[in-house]
């Protein structure tokens, strides 16, 4: 299995096609790994996107919710269990029905649902309605790569895991294993990102936790959702999807920088594909 692993790594590598590891290298240095697993680490991610603030809001919320429910059924179970116990003599009521008992569970439950729904409704919109977007990406998934594209510029990479002996040379400590792609989507802070997902082959899922962006690309679909990113950083996220056997090997790496830095390496970026398509390399904005 782990000869299996190696040689995907390797075959990913190959694909990939030569990125300048000097430009990527350049630009990590300056940005905070967001989106790192920590040893007993059971919580969200940071949240990077007003989105990813609600889904955590949302979940604490239902959190409340369920454990008031469980602590008073389990309540309950155990002072009836204690009360009416046969050894006091009780023996088990014969009626079968209570009128009272059963308008109370019938409307208690539908209020709370109705709460939830009031919630979790607002936000779920919310991932789907699109605002008037500064930048459009559409991510392409392949087995087992992503393929990023920026329509609006002409600009397409594909993005490939680095191997565990290529990590330095991208800039990243070995913390990033299996995590760090040898080129990354990269968007300007504060910008409304409209990112649409698709796939050539399979069903794969472009997610990224700490945006809170989780949403399938579907061979022959166009999927839309969006995020705005709060914080420069370098996040991380992978294929949600299982989409075959080396699913677990093509993760998502994303830069969020400053406008003028990501003006930069987008101007880079487009004049590297203008003279026939070399594969546009991260960071150009540093040469």
């Known amino acids: 299995m782990r000869f299996a692993n190696t040689l995907s790594v390797a075959l990913f590598g190959f694909l990939a096609g030569g990125a300048a590891f000097a430009q990527e290298e350049a630009l990590t240095s300056d940005l905070p790994l967001i989106g790192i697993p920590k040893p007993g680490g059971i919580a969200f991610q940071p949240a990077a996107t007003s989105v990813a603030r609600d889904i955590h809001f949302l979940d604490n919320m239902l959190l409340v919710i369920i454990t008031v429910i469980t602590l008073f059924v389990t309540g309950l179970l155990i002072a009836v269990a204690i009360k009416f116990r046969a050894s006091k003599g009780h023996e088990a009521a014969r009626f079968t029905h209570n009128t009272t008992i059963e308008i109370a569970w019938t409307i208690i439950p539908v209020i709370v649902l109705v709460v939830i729904g009031a919630f979790s409704l607002p936000r779920l919109f919310d991932q789907l309605e699109v605002p008037e977007a500064d930048l459009t990406i559409k991510a392409t998934g392949y087995q087992w790569y992503w393929g990023h594209e920026y329509p609006d510029s002409g600009v397409y990479f ?27 989507v990269v968007v300007p802070v504060g910008a409304v990102v409209k990112l649409q997902t698709t796939a050539a082959d399979v069903i794969h899922a472009w997610k990224i936790p700490a945006f809170g962006v989780h949403i399938d690309a579907i061979p022959g679909r166009l999927n839309e959702t969006w995020f705005r990113v709060d914080e420069p950083g370098i996040y991380f996220g992978q294929c949600s999807e299982l989409c075959g056997i080396s699913h677990s090997y093509m993760p998502i790496t994303v ?16 004049a590297r594909y203008a003279d026939g398509g070399a594969p546009v390399t991260q960071l150009a904005a540093a040469e």
Do not use: R
């Open 255 to 270: 830069k969020a920088v400053p406008q003028a830095e990501y003006d930069a390496w987008l101007e880079a970026a487009v």
């Open 158 to 184: 594909e993005s490939y895991m680095l191997a565990e002996d290529e990590l330095a040379d991208f800039g990243y400590g070995p913390e990033a294993y299996l995590l760090a792609t040898d080129t990354a």
